[in-house]
């Protein structure tokens, strides 16, 4: 038994150290995060409902309880991974390439592929940001503790923020829709029958994040949601 454990256990090194492995590591956790993104989104538009929806979605959420706590943690695992693997990643292709092409051609990239690397972080810190603006109140001189409806229409009242808000969700996008792509070629879904189509939903999937992120700070900026 300690054979085969110890054996399971060399097998998941090798496969952490490999490429292909950090590969599918980012694709799982991209897969969870894109899960949570949309989810997350999804709650979040209740905004358009009311006080009472939204405040109510949050309520529920907080009567997890220790599920909750389950799910923060899982969550942060998954996005710890996601980063750990991108800059792994990154350094293993500038170690094989260490002299910058004297002129580059972009033409089988997209802006988001070549974007990746400095969507990532600035995301990053945006949801440092957005954790202290709307979960613990921090970064909110008007926060409210228990009325989330208020503390979004506040917050977004803020030209400024809503503006940083409306750009990281837009980089959001940008990254959500090269980042579904690679997904998909990192766990073998790709042929060239149905490639287009992959293409087709990771952008629609980009898009949709992208302007129901967007819609809820410019609602507010246009007196929409009061």
Known sequence: M????AGGQKRTAILYQ???????????TGFVLCGFVAGHMVGNLQLFAGPEKLN???????SLGGALWAIRGALLLA????????????????????????????????YASRTMIW????????????????TTGQAHPEFVRGDVYRNVVTGFQNPAVA???????????????????????????????YTP?????????????????VSMPLAVLAGLVK
Do not use: C, D
């Open 163 to 193: 503006l940083f808000y409306m750009v990281a969700n837009i980089l959001l996008a940008i990254h959500l829709y090269h980042g579904v792509w690679s997904m998909f070629q990192s766990l073998g879904v790709a042929h060239p029958r």
């Open 18 to 28: 490999s490429v292909i492995g950090k590969k599918i590591i980012m694709a799982v």
């Open 56 to 62: 109510h979605y949050a309520e529920l959420l907080q």
């Open 79 to 110: 996005v710890g991974l996601h980063i750990a693997m991108a800059l792994q990643l990154t350094k293993l292709k500038w170690e094989a390439r260490p002299t910058a092409y004297v002129k580059k051609a972009s033409i089988a990239s997209s």
């Open 197 to 213: 189509m992959l293409k087709t939903v990771a952008k629609g999937y980009g898009y949709v994040i992208g302007i129901g992120n």
């Open 119 to 134: 969507s990532g972080p600035i995301i990053g810190a945006f949801l440092i940001y957005h954790l202290l603006h709307f």
């Open 2 to 5: 300690s054979t085969l454990v």
